[in-house]
């Protein structure tokens, strides 16, 4: 499935969140090219779940359209600007790897408090608190990184996502990996709020989110590599 870029997709009215659009996108690992003419368009209260077997490069558009990479050809765009120089764009973004950002020896809470802050987001007691409380994690707040499962480092990283308030867009890479069913929900209900308000998704995940899970478009990139 390929969504082509319209005229709403390069513009958006007035107080609402710009539009994430892909054109002709194509990455390269090596000599090897990953995906080619890629085009998409991930506009607010609107999620999608990119597709793709393993090594078809759903962390690398994901890294793309986070800006935290260049692609080797086409453009992403964040409203009419390009992602790396749209001023307001590391505000809008919330990225959330596959990888845990967590440091081994601080406490679950020490360490969403050093995220928050790193991304601008609230730090204070009761926020953190409150986050951890909503996903799950609030009797473990105390406890040191390193002796987490990995289902429970999965929803230390994820209690960014109870710290949102701003409308924004949210790229996350895997976010139902290692999660029993209690934190595939936790995560879903996160994400129906955050549509309400008008944000926007782009996730890819392995796993089923779910019957419970928001509406999600598809977007397999298997006819791109």
């Not at 002709?24 to 609107?46: S, T």
């Not at 009419?80 to 120089?85: I, N, Q, W």
């Not at 406490?107 to 790193?118: G, N």
């Not at 204070?124 to 473990?140: C, F, N, Q, T, V």
Request: aromatic share 4%; glycine share 8%; with cysteine.
């Amino acid at each position: 499935m390929s969504t082509t870029p319209s005229a709403r997709a390069t513009s958006s009215d007035a107080g609402e969140l710009p539009t994430l659009t892909a054109t002709d996108l194509a990455c390269r690992r090596g000599n090897r090219v990953l995906f080619r003419g890629v085009n998409l368009a991930v506009r607010p209260r609107e999620a999608t779940w990119l597709r793709g077997r393993n090594g078809r490069g759903k962390t690398s558009l994901l890294r793309l359209a986070a800006g935290l990479a260049v692609p080797d050809s086409g453009k992403i765009l964040w409203g009419d600007k390009p992602v790396r120089a749209a001023a307001d764009y590391a505000a809008q973004r919330v990225y959330v790897g596959h990888a845990n950002a967590l440091k081994e020896d601080l406490s679950v809470t020490e360490s969403l408090t050093f995220l928050a802050r790193m991304h601008g987001r609230p730090s204070d007691a009761p926020a953190i608190r409150a986050a951890l409380e909503r996903i799950g994690m609030g009797s473990r707040r105390d406890a040191l990184v390193r002796t987490l499962s990995q289902g429970q480092r999965r929803r230390a990283t994820l209690a960014r996502l109870a710290l949102e308030q701003r409308t924004s867009i949210w790229i996350l890479d895997e976010p139902y990996d290692a999660l029993d069913s209690d934190g595939v929900q936790a995560v879903n209900e996160l994400l129906h709020e955050h549509l309400r308000r008008g944000g926007s998704v782009l996730l890819t995940s392995h796993l089923s989110p779910g019957d419970a899970a928001p509406t999600l478009a598809e977007f397999d990139l298997d006819p791109f590599a």
